[in-house]
């Protein structure tokens, strides 16, 4: 069956370290994958989109890999501040018209 | 703010009840998408419409359905509620509704059934 698992454990880290968040999927393939990030009780907000053919997308301290060998995306938030404590989701397109399927997310925590 | 609105922000029901939930979406948008957000079943697509059509659905329940009119704005009907159906119910919006596009979600419904 097809999946798209994030560590449903909260990933803690402390102000200014670079914060790696993990998304595996499995019977899909996807032509791009996106990352959203989400505060409590908020609509999901769009950060990031890389295309199967891009091993690497950069914006400001955000970045994001995409190895589709290994059916896997790693998102990285460098120097990381409390201010980017949120739930972070990664998203497939299942039909190339914008259905997309969520993975469960993952919390990130920064600590000052 | 996403320039994406839904309304209304809460609604508590009873079951059994019918609701119908709102949203307007970004200026120029075509495509409206629907999803359901519950803290064991995570962001769920029900359903896509691009400029008035059905473009794709999710597992969208039979006692659910939704319409997007003429000026782009969509609306949900839930209909049967059941306490499951408690949940944030949120609408997205994108340009063209073809691959490879950002969507933009509103600040959701908060749907509570009693």
């Known amino acids: 069956s097809q999946k798209i698992e994030q560590n449903s454990e909260a990933l803690n880290i402390q102000e200014g370290k670079t914060a790696t968040l993990t998304c595996n999927y499995t019977?899909?393939?996807?032509?791009?994958l996106q990352w959203y990030r989400q505060d409590p009780g908020r609509g999901p907000v769009f950060l990031l989109l890389i295309r199967e053919n891009e091993k690497e997308k950069r914006k400001e301290r955000l970045k994001v890999t995409f190895d589709t060998t290994l059916k896997q995306s790693l998102f990285h938030i460098t120097a990381s501040q409390p201010a980017d404590s949120a739930t972070y989701l990664c998203a497939l397109d299942e039909t190339g018209f914008q259905k997309l399927v969520f993975g469960t997310g993952t919390r990130l925590l920064v600590s000052p | 703010d996403s320039g994406v609105t839904q309304t209304p922000k809460h609604l508590i029901t009873a079951t059994g009840q019918r609701v119908t939930l709102r949203c307007s979406p970004r200026?120029?948008?075509?495509?409206v998408y629907w999803y359901q957000q519950s803290l064991d079943q995570g962001l769920q697509f029900l359903i896509q419409?691009?400029?008035?059509?059905?473009?794709a659905k999710g597992n969208i329940l039979e006692r659910f359905s939704a319409q997007q009119f003429p000026d782009l704005h969509s609306e949900l009907n839930l209909s049967s509620l059941e306490l499951g159906d408690s949940a944030l119910y949120f609408c997205a919006s994108s340009q063209p509704g073809l691959a490879g596009y950002e969507q933009f979600f509103g600040p959701g419904t908060r749907l509570t059934v009693l």
């Open positions: 200026s120029g948008d075509l495509s």
């Open positions: 419409y691009y400029n008035g059509e059905e473009r």
């Open positions: 019977n899909y393939s996807p032509a791009y």
